[in-house]
């Protein structure tokens, strides 16, 4: 009788607690009504300039007494060497570097001196005393 009773009680346990809910409805996909425009549509204004560099124009004037050849370098404010050459004491130089937007001055170094120059009209030289 206890076997009966058990047995009953695990088949209907097993039928009634396995069962499929045929009703379900998918969710819907959320819209986002303020998606972000591709560039194609992004809109500035003309004098808008998406550049992250400037351009420098910077001129290296040599002396005339005294002839030596020494290390030209041109660096940024963070250190880093944007352009380096040999460079006679004698010889004008000119060249153009890029620098971050965000700076104003390059650092030139010719042998051992360093002079910091403002570069912010987007010219700088150097001359030799």
């Known amino acids: 009788m206890n076997c009966l009773f058990l047995t009953s009680a695990l088949i209907l346990l097993a ?6 809910q045929l009703d379900v409805i998918p969710p ?28 420098i124009n910077f001129t290296f004037e040599g002396q005339t007494s005294e002839a030596y050849t020494l290390v030209l370098q041109v660096l940024d404010a963070d250190g880093n060497i ?8 004698t010889d004008t130089y000119k060249t153009t570097v890029r620098i971050a937007t965000t700076q104003s001055t390059i650092n030139i170094k010719y042998g051992a001196d360093v002079k910091t120059i403002d570069c912010s009209s987007g010219i700088a030289t150097v001359k030799l005393d």
């Open 28 to 55: 819907t996909p959320v819209t986002n009504s303020t998606a972000a425009p591709t560039i194609a549509e992004t809109t500035t204004a003309d004098s808008f300039d998406w550049s992250t560099t400037k351009k």
């Open 15 to 20: 039928l009634t607690s396995c069962t499929k």
């Open 82 to 89: 944007l352009f380096q050459k040999l460079q006679k004491s």
